[in-house]
Every structure is written in structure tokens, then in C-alpha cells.
């Protein structure tokens, strides 16, 4: 029970980790001190934590891990979009 | 079987993550782009990974996040170090 708890907000900060990161690339349209390699390697991840919990049948994994990918997706838009 | 490599490339995927991330914010000494919050909401979310790790007994858990939670925790010295 306990565990479940500590499980969840886990997920809930990791999940939403990327959406401060998102909005400050929005709005200052600055960019180039973000890695590319941070974005790239951060997607791969969510990419097998989706096919994890496909595999084990956790729709919790495969949610957050969805939210979590599209907002990393969109910050790589954003980085390409604004890189100079 | 499958799911544990899946799973495992997951966990590696992310806890290398922020390490190009730290390099590049090393290198350049500019912050300025990154998110304060993406920092703190990544390593929030890391105390309770390892916390679930402790709880659920999880040696692959607990070592992933600590590993991770040290480059990101190296990331939040960087940000606070050179932030203008």
C-alpha cells in the first residue's frame, strides 16, 4: 500500500518533470544550453518503459510513460525548432 | 525474460540520461536555457524511485536511481553554479 504511494508520486513528478522545461523553451524560444543528447537518450528510455509496461501489462507505466513521451517529443520540436 | 531486458534498457536509457546533459552544461558553462524545475521535479521524483526500491527490495531499482540521481543532483549544482 504504502509502496503503491511512493510508486505513484514517483511517476507523477518524473511525469511531469519535462513540463516547466517545455514552457520555459515556449516562451524564451532559447534553447541552446539544453542537450541534445539529454532529449534523445530521455525519449529511447520512455520508449522501453511503454513497451514495459505493455509487456507486463501495467496501464499506470504505460500512461505516464505516454504524458511523460509526448511532453519530451515536444521539447525535441522545440529544441530542433530553436536551435542555433 | 523479455520484459527484464526491455526493462533494463529502460533503466539505462534514463539513468544515462542527464549525462550528456552535465557534460555540455560543464563545457559551456551556460545554464541559463535550463529549467530549474525540470532539475527539481527529476530529482524529487528520484528520492522516491529509490524509496520504492527500498520498500519493494529492488537492487536494480535502487542502484539506477542513485546513479541517476547523483548526474542530476551534479546538474542542479551546475545550474545554480553559472546561472545568470
Do not use: H, R
Request: charged letters at 15%; a positive charge; zero cysteines.
Amino acid at each position: 500500500m504504502i509502496e503503491e504511494i511512493i510508486g505513484y508520486l514517483a511517476g507523477i513528478f518524473i511525469m511531469i518533470s519535462f513540463i516547466p522545461q517545455v514552457i520555459k523553451s515556449y516562451k524564451t524560444k532559447n534553447v541552446s544550453d539544453i542537450s541534445l543528447g539529454l532529449i534523445v537518450a530521455t525519449l529511447i528510455g520512455t520508449v522501453f518503459w511503454i513497451i514495459y509496461g505493455v509487456l507486463i501489462e501495467s496501464m499506470p507505466i504505460i500512461i505516464v510513460n505516454i504524458i511523460f513521451g509526448i511532453t519530451v517529443l515536444y521539447q525535441l520540436y522545440l529544441k530542433i525548432k530553436y536551435d542555433k
